[in-house]
């Protein structure tokens, strides 16, 4: 039972440069998110789905785009990298009738 | 807009002090309150949730209580230890698709 995987840890972008982190979670659980944390502003929402071909959008969904094929898989699309993307982003997981969410290790973006 | 503000943002203390750490929310109408520890380069750790019909909950050394009226809850750490020094983030969970918000976080040291 790995949890929730995120990949990969480290990426270094250019400005214009598109990519995807990977997230896959192994504990059937309904509910999974992205977040991105930056110095001095704590976790905020991009997008969360409650279900395979469910997603929505959070407090900061500009410039990202998901989909969710499978219910292990929740995938995080930068279209276009800009440098205002440069963060830490965190998938987490949880069953929908239980609150408490389990996190990934994080992937370090740098976009120059 | 639910806002959640954590003060210190950075704390220091010696081993074996008990300590306290600081929560406040602005929109009361919440359905519980969590705390997460994260360690350096890692994701985040669930340590305590409350309901919102809970005065406290309790694991270990640790002791979290909410007062929702008021907007505040505390985080209670006794006879800290330097494995405890991380960052401690709390997030309220509101709202009609019930998301979590979280603070900015408070850095805790504890010497050796």
């Known amino acids: 039972n790995a949890g929730v995987t995120q990949t990969p840890k480290f990426q270094v972008l250019k400005t214009g440069q598109s990519m995807t982190l990977q997230c896959a979670q192994d504990?059937?659980?309904?509910?999974m998110s992205w977040y991105r944390q930056d110095p001095g502003m704590g976790l905020r929402l991009i997008h969360y789905?409650?279900?395979?071909?469910?997603?929505d959008q959070g407090e900061v969904p500009n410039g990202y785009n998901v989909s969710r094929s499978t219910t292990e898989d929740f995938p995080l699309r930068l279209l276009s990298a800009a440098p205002s993307q440069t963060s830490v982003y965190f998938c987490?997981?949880?069953?929908?009738?239980?609150?408490?969410?389990?996190f990934g290790s994080g992937t370090q973006l740098s976009v120059l | 807009k639910q806002e959640v503000t954590q003060i210190p943002a950075a704390l220091s203390v010696p081993e074996g002090e008990n300590l306290v750490l600081n929560c406040s929310f602005t929109?009361?109408?919440?359905?519980?309150l969590q705390w997460f520890r994260q360690d350096p380069g890692k994701g985040l750790t669930s340590l305590l949730l409350?309901?919102?019909?809970?005065r406290e909950q309790t694991s270990g050394r640790l002791n979290a209580s909410l007062d929702k009226s008021s907007g505040r809850s505390t985080l209670y750490i006794a006879a800290s230890q330097p494995g405890d020094s991380a960052t401690y983030l709390c997030?309220?969970?509101?709202?009609?698709?019930?998301?979590?918000?979280f603070g900015s976080g408070t850095q805790l040291t504890v010497l050796p």
């Open positions: 504990m059937n659980h309904e509910y």
């Open positions: 789905s409650v279900g395979a071909g469910i997603t």
């Open positions: 987490a997981s949880r069953i929908l009738r239980n609150e408490k969410l389990f």
């Open positions: 997030a309220v969970m509101s709202g009609s698709a019930r998301q979590l918000t």
């Open positions: 929109d009361s109408a919440i359905y519980n």
């Open positions: 409350i309901q919102s019909s809970q």
